[in-house]
């Protein structure tokens, strides 16, 4: 029997009718784990360490921690699949990364306000502001902001205590469209190292770190969402976010307590 | 960016020459997973899911249990591997898959001595025997054969007891080349289907059973050792065995009481 014939009957075995959408997405894993395993010619010993890394991957997670939800986001898989699933058009902002730091339930917040709660002795203060327009150049009024980022101290608040919500907010645009906030300037971190991940990572000669950046998810009726960020321009990882999440058009400058960042959302086609 | 300048972006990550083989490992792996989700346009659910799956088949694994490589065995990748890793000709005897279930250290027992140490109500004797020959057709003495099967209750000794070697034997060939012992007729058993493997399975319409067979490692000095089965022809799983194990060559009678199969190992090659 060749590999050929082998793989026929393996996909025939899959073949059931009776959930088409599992068959087709089993049909592309086998196919494509049968591609992985010829094309590299894997050894017995190469396959039995990936089994045994895969089966420490899921035994680090828990209710907390995600590894291969982090194994997703530093092969870059993560970032491909925000990429296919964003419907909106190269005139509208770019998206990136969800990261596993959001928290549903922030707090909605009054235009301009504080989204510090607690202060810390390294906090920078950070002014945010612009607009949402669409892809025409018109003022949103009413779009939602919904905003997060990491602290100071390089955590994200539910890192430390799962009753804060510090550094998040939720804005609503008025008739204008404009947005603005106070928080305090984000910072460089490394996302979780201490397991399977953390050792691929190193044997690949990969730092851990993310540039500095600020969560949105910038949203209107009759508009497509965009999931993104704002990167410091100052940040040396630019260039190497381990989870490949940098996108030019979303650099900005955050000097002299200032961010400006116009988010640009795509119209929803009818149907 | 296009989805094909992010992928070279990624692959351009993991590029640090230090461990070329890791490298060119990660890079096939990192392409086809992105050729199954733009194959697909898998969603964010479906990715979710698939993340989920695969926590739970490592936090399902332990000392006893490995169900990455029931995943693996149940996607045929297990079989695949043997394929591509058998140096012997066709001349040869076919290999299949080694499965979970030997253990080091198994006795060596007389030629055609039984390996029945505890004997259960169900069991059907069985004498196998035959001989082991080279491509030529030449007999080798001196072959090892590492035997093992399944109790006619349908578990492996070492499902029931760590310190069993019941229906395991090692024996060597004569002169002659020939082989022989007692046991008893395997019976079709399922594998262990209580994990999300399980789960896979049923969602696809599969069942868990594997046909009735009995394990062989045959190896010589100076020969390509093959790791095998045979099979029992009355099994009527033959055509559905649920690690894709079976090779109409490896299935034999195993009527009245007496099983005959000769294993041809091909000469190893110089250097």
């Known amino acids: 029997m060749t590999p050929e014939q082998h793989l026929d009957q393996v996909l025939s075995a899959f073949a059931s009718p009776e959930n088409p ?26 396959w039995f360490a990936a089994i045994d890394f895969l089966t420490k991957v899921g035994q680090k997670s828990d209710d907390v921690r995600q590894e291969f939800i982090l194994l997703s986001d530093t092969l870059g898989v993560s970032m491909l699949l925000e990429m296919i ?3 909106g058009s190269v005139a509208a902002t770019e998206p990136t990364v969800f990261g596993p730091f959001h928290v549903d339930g922030t707090p909605h917040r009054r235009m301009g306000a504080s989204v510090v709660d607690h ?15 669409n892809t025409l150049g018109a003022p949103i009024g009413g779009a939602t902001l919904d905003v997060w980022q990491v ?14 919500r510090n550094l998040r907010g939720v804005f609503t645009t008025g008739a204008d469209g404009t947005y603005e906030f106070v928080t305090v300037r984000p910072v460089d971190y490394p996302v979780p190292n201490d397991g399977p991940v953390g050792v691929m ?10 540039p500095a950046h600020i969560h949105f998810v910038v949203s209107a009726d009759g508009h497509i969402p965009v999931t993104t960020h704002i990167f410091d321009a100052r940040s040396k990882y630019l260039a190497s976010d381990v989870v490949f999440g940098v996108r030019e058009s979303l650099v900005v400058s955050m000097e002299d307590g200032l961010c400006e960042k116009d988010f640009v959302l795509e119209v ?3 149907g």
Do not use: C, M
């Open 21 to 46: 959408r599992l068959r087709d997405l089993l049909s592309a894993v086998i196919r494509h784990l049968y591609a992985i395993v010829e094309e590299t010619s894997l050894t017995h010993d190469e």
């Open 85 to 87: 699933n964003y419907r």
């Open 201 to 210: 990572l190193a044997a690949s000669s990969r730092h851990p770190f993310r």
């Open 268 to 270: 929803k086609q009818a």
């Open 151 to 164: 602290q100071s101290n390089g955590l994200y608040d539910v890192q430390q205590s799962s009753d804060t």
């Open 119 to 133: 202060v810390l002795e390294s906090d920078e203060p950070l002014t945010v502001k612009g607009r949402v327009l």
